[in-house]
């Protein structure tokens, strides 16, 4: 038995405006979205409310979910998007130019930095107030981190 992938589901305010800032300051793509009546778009449209999404960069992927949606799917689910215990972290290439690109549209918990373990990072908080890391690892380092 293997685990090939995993993809975190964030839950959300508003599924709209998250793929909007995804795609527009974080420059991702938006694979797909499901609006409240279970249509499937491609495009998406200001004048829907969806409950559901899913937006992509490079082999990165994050499934965005309404609150209401989430919690009619998972009614265990208790925590609300105010309360995140989570932080995603995304290895990268290229994050100098991508840091360069973003930091002005971005609310910055920790800027451009080394790490002690050699890799360069930053964390940003999105919209949601996720935790979002970036990190590079130099090529000489990432055979020491497997």
């Given amino acids: 038995?293997?685990?090939?992938?995993?993809?975190?589901?964030?839950?959300?305010?508003?599924?709209?405006?998250?793929?909007?800032?995804?795609?527009?300051?974080?420059?991702?793509?938006?694979l797909m979205a499901v609006d409240y009546n279970k249509n499937t778009d491609f495009i998406l449209e200001d004048s829907l409310e969806y409950a559901f999404a899913i937006v992509q960069k490079g082999n990165a992927e994050i499934m965005l979910q309404a609150e209401d949606s989430l919690k009619e799917e998972l009614?265990?689910?208790?925590?609300?998007?105010?309360?995140?215990?989570?932080?995603?972290?995304?290895?990268m290439e290229g994050i100098e130019e991508y840091y360069k690109t973003i930091k002005l549209n971005v609310q910055i918990e920790k800027p451009l930095h080394k790490t002690w373990y050699g890799s360069e990072e930053f964390y940003i908080r999105d919209l949601n107030g996720y935790i979002i890391g970036f990190s590079e690892m130099p090529e000489q380092q990432k055979k020491n981190f497997v």
Wanted: glycine share 2%; aromatic share 20%; with cysteine.
């Fill in 75 to 91: 009614p265990g689910l208790w925590k609300s998007y105010d309360q995140s215990s989570v932080a995603l972290y995304f290895k």
């Fill in 1 to 30: 038995m293997k685990m090939t992938s995993v993809t975190p589901n964030l839950m959300v305010r508003n599924v709209f405006e998250t793929v909007q800032y995804y795609i527009r300051i974080l420059w991702f793509d938006c």
